[in-house]
């Protein structure tokens, strides 16, 4: 395990629904990322957040909404979505924003029915 | 336009052969080059990470070779195992006002075969 946890790891959403995906990190960084990873596509940056402030958000449409309470925990809230938007989501965490690895999630495999 | 491109797309070899994954970049500024393994259904798990002064760097079984010149990258697996089925992604990150920007490419899908 990578030391980031994400749930839940599946989920079935209608396109009215209101959900929101959980990523917590037990590694001490300040740094945390949502990707967006679509089949046969290369993974997708959505936000970054560093010491709880969002730092970039790459034009990501409204209805995805991320949270960031704590340096520990990102949420991704998540409200009238369209089937294109299923994909695997990822979380992960880095001890900085500049030359830092970073740890990945096992992500949340999402479907919008 | 950054770019990382990667091949094969996909590629299968019996189990207890070599195989050697390439990757290019038009990435500028280029600050590191990652390479990371992705199991099926699960996030990405880091390799190796390579700065411009480094050319070789080894994880285990895995050696990850980096040209800056040509902007060129390969990751060698050597003696694969079963557990080394999964896609391999080359990743390269540059460096915008301080903050690091990564490039991620579509990756490599490898199956060993027994």
């Known amino acids: 395990e990578t030391g980031v946890t994400q749930t839940p790891r599946h989920l079935v959403m209608g396109m009215t629904n209101k959900k929101s995906l959980k990523c917590e990190q037990h590694l001490g960084h300040n740094a945390m990322y949502w990707y967006k990873q679509s089949a046969k596509k290369p993974l997708e940056l959505m936000f970054v957040y560093s010491l709880e402030e969002r730092v970039e958000n790459n034009s990501v449409p409204s209805r995805f909404s991320p949270e960031c309470p704590n340096s520990s925990h990102l949420f991704l809230h998540l409200h009238t979505l369209q089937p294109e938007d299923s994909a695997l989501y990822l979380c992960?965490?880095?001890?900085?924003?500049?030359?830092?690895?970073?740890?990945f999630g096992p992500g949340t495999r999402l479907t919008v029915t | 336009k950054n770019q990382v491109e990667q091949s094969p797309q996909s590629l299968i070899i019996l189990e207890g052969k070599n195989c050697t994954l390439q990757?290019?970049?038009?990435?500028?500024?280029?600050?590191?080059l990652r390479w990371y393994k992705q199991d099926t259904g699960r996030g990405p798990v880091s390799l190796t990470i390579?700065?411009?002064?480094?050319n070789t760097k080894s994880n285990g079984r895995y050696t990850a070779t980096l040209d800056a010149d040509t902007k060129q990258s390969s990751l060698h697996i050597t003696a694969s195992q079963l557990s080394d089925s999964a896609s391999y992604i080359c990743?390269?990150?540059?460096?915008?006002?301080?903050?690091?920007?990564?490039?991620f490419g579509t990756g490599t899908r490898l199956l060993v075969s027994p």
């Open positions: 390579m700065t411009f002064s480094e």
């Open positions: 990743v390269v990150g540059w460096l915008d006002t301080g903050f690091q920007k990564l490039v």
């Open positions: 990757c290019n970049y038009t990435v500028s500024p280029f600050s590191n």
């Open positions: 992960a965490s880095s001890q900085g924003t500049s030359y830092y690895e970073q740890y």
